[in-house]
């Protein structure tokens, strides 16, 4: 896991010096860097789910939805830098398919989305005003609920597979 969170880490700094516009603005690269050495890989996704810029977003965002968003968090991995975005993203206790979330911060900015995954219902909490324009952590997440997850566990059959050559 630390071998994993290393490698992510330095992957994501070097995006940022690739990439310094790449989701945040250049004035915000220190913080996003900071924010990205801080969490990416942590274990410690209550502190991650309590910065108080991120629940005071999410309390504008969903307002009472708040407390059905972290109860399908309960079962969760850890904070995971998912391109340029922190996200944490899990399922409430024995009900995975059925009752899940996921919470998106992008380092840098105050840019929170979530969504709850609810009675076969998909609701996205965010300041876009089109599903377009949501981050593609949630459009990916969406994708992978509405399959069940089964994409992840079963190979597609429009996929290929090619062992390397010997």
Avoid at 126 to 148: F, H, M, V
């Amino acid at each position: 896991m630390m071998a994993f969170r290393s490698l992510a880490l330095i992957v994501a700094i070097g995006m940022v010096g690739v990439f310094p516009s790449a989701g945040v603005a250049q004035s915000d690269e220190g913080t996003a860097r900071a924010e990205i050495a801080k969490w990416a890989g942590s274990d410690d996704t209550d502190a991650f789910l309590r910065q108080p810029a991120v629940r005071a977003e999410l309390q504008k965002l969903l307002g009472p939805e708040l407390k059905h968003l972290l109860h399908n968090l309960n079962v969760r991995g850890s904070v995971e830098l998912i391109g340029w975005t922190l996200t944490v993203s899990g399922n409430a206790p024995h009900q995975g398919t059925e009752e899940e979330a996921i919470m998106c911060v992008v380092p840098g900015t105050s840019m929170v989305e979530a969504a709850i995954l609810s009675a076969g219902t998909v609701t996205v909490y965010t300041r876009a005003e089109q599903y377009e324009y949501t981050n593609r952590c949630i459009k990916d997440w969406i994708t992978l609920a509405n399959s069940g997850h089964a994409d992840r566990m079963q190979q597609p059959a429009n996929v290929r597979v090619v062992p390397p050559a010997r």
